[in-house]
């Protein structure tokens, strides 16, 4: 098989080359069933095993605590910014620390449901920072506090998430996380997560699933006005099976599921595996983008993501030539997002290292002959 070029998308992105194959593979006639995945029926045998083994799979990968329920719904990352509200906040006080475009987005659609409140923004930075913890305005009275533990657009990450009690939170607070494009990359502490939600299509999937991980006790609050499909008690109380699920994106994340479980690395397996590589991964780029006159990044060191990386060129009259190069070369959609401007590689779980070497090879070879 020929190498496939390297996709640096921020979304839908990249997916393990062995998922495809094995989707492929299945297509016509999954595991002897005579059926595609996508022609069966959700409450039939068969799917019912994959959603099954989808949901452990999840469940051991981040180690989700068992008083959490996993849920598989629709609508993405954008329809949480509503279903959130809906089901937890009661139209009360909630609070928002905004990182960049999906927080901005996230608070405005709170509004419409509950009292939205900006805790702590990061604006004035250009986005180009966390606000310090301390410095956080929380109400006392919020159901919950909203962060995007990382912002794709912006390339912020948390790299530990804040401890609402240590932060002084009244204790009905709750955190809630988007962490949509970095799921499955790294570790989740729930000791400091009341609700985590994500969009399938930058680590997981394909578009059209959206998991939601959330505490027991938490279910229930639901306002009247919230849709029956929306609503985690219903969801929850048929096992993501109130309306018909996004079968065939929970059957693909299945499959990565299981391709997470079994990575490996220096001793090392599953998540902590993976993690490992993200790490080098970034770890590499920022130090070869850090290193060079001709590109920047202008990102908090501290507050870098480990999966979106934006960076500039110092002669911007260059971007044509720079993203024609890279396509010639197999590296596709570095354009950054039109918000920012420049570039931007997002460099996922299914991005290989080997992707992220010939970036930088070709990094150096742009900016040769730009000298
Ligand atoms: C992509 C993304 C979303 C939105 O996802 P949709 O599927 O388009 O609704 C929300 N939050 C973050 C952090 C994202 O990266």
Redesign the pocket.
């Known amino acids: 098989m020929t190498q496939r070029p390297f996709n640096f998308s921020?979304?839908p992105a990249v997916l393990p080359e062995e998922v495809l194959q094995t989707a492929a593979a299945d297509m016509l006639n999954w595991q002897g069933s005579g059926m595609s995945v996508m022609e069966m029926s959700h409450r039939g045998a068969e799917f019912i095993s994959i959603y099954e083994k989808a949901e452990r799979d999840l469940r051991a990968l981040l180690a989700v605590p068992a008083n959490y329920q996993i849920l598989f719904m629709q609508?993405?990352?954008?329809?949480?910014?509503a279903i959130v509200p809906l089901n937890l906040s009661r139209g009360g006080a909630v609070d928002f620390v905004l990182t960049g475009s999906?927080t901005e987005?996230?608070y405005k659609e709170a509004g419409k449901y509950a009292k939205a409140h900006i805790a702590a923004s990061g604006k004035d930075s250009g986005y180009t920072q966390i606000p310090a913890m301390a410095s956080w305005q929380l109400s006392k009275d919020a159901a919950y506090l909203h962060i995007?533990s990382?912002?794709?657009?912006d390339g912020i990450e948390y790299q530990e998430l804040p401890d609402l009690k240590a932060l002084g939170a009244s204790a009905q607070t709750e955190l809630v996380i988007?962490?949509?494009?970095h799921i499955a990359s790294r570790s989740i502490d729930w000791s400091r997560v009341g609700l985590a939600f994500?969009?399938a299509?930058?680590n997981l999937g394909p578009?059209g699933l959206?998991i939601v991980v959330v505490r027991e006790d938490l279910i229930g609050r639901a306002l009247d006005i919230c849709p029956s499909a929306f609503n985690y008690e219903l969801v929850a109380k048929n096992q993501s099976m109130y309306n018909t699920p996004p079968t065939w994106g929970i059957y693909i994340a299945g499959l990565v599921f299981d391709w997470i479980l079994r990575q490996q690395e220096g001793g090392l397996q599953g998540l902590a595996a993976v993690e490992a590589r993200n790490m080098r991964k970034a770890a590499k780029l920022y130090a070869y983008l850090d290193g060079s006159s001709f590109y920047s990044n202008k990102v908090a060191p501290q507050a870098r993501s480990r999966m979106n990386v934006p960076f500039f060129l110092a002669d911007e009259s260059r971007n044509a030539d720079f993203l024609a190069g890279a396509k010639a070369r197999g590296l596709l959609q570095l354009k950054g997002h039109k918000s920012v401007g420049g570039m931007r590689a997002s460099i996922y779980n299914a991005m290989p290292e080997q992707g992220v070497d010939a970036l930088i090879a070709y990094l150096q070879e742009f900016e040769k002959t730009s000298a």
């Open positions: 921020a979304g609508g993405g990352g954008i329809a949480e910014n999906w987005k996230s995007c990382n912002e794709t657009i988007d962490c949509s494009s994500a969009g299509q930058k578009s959206t």
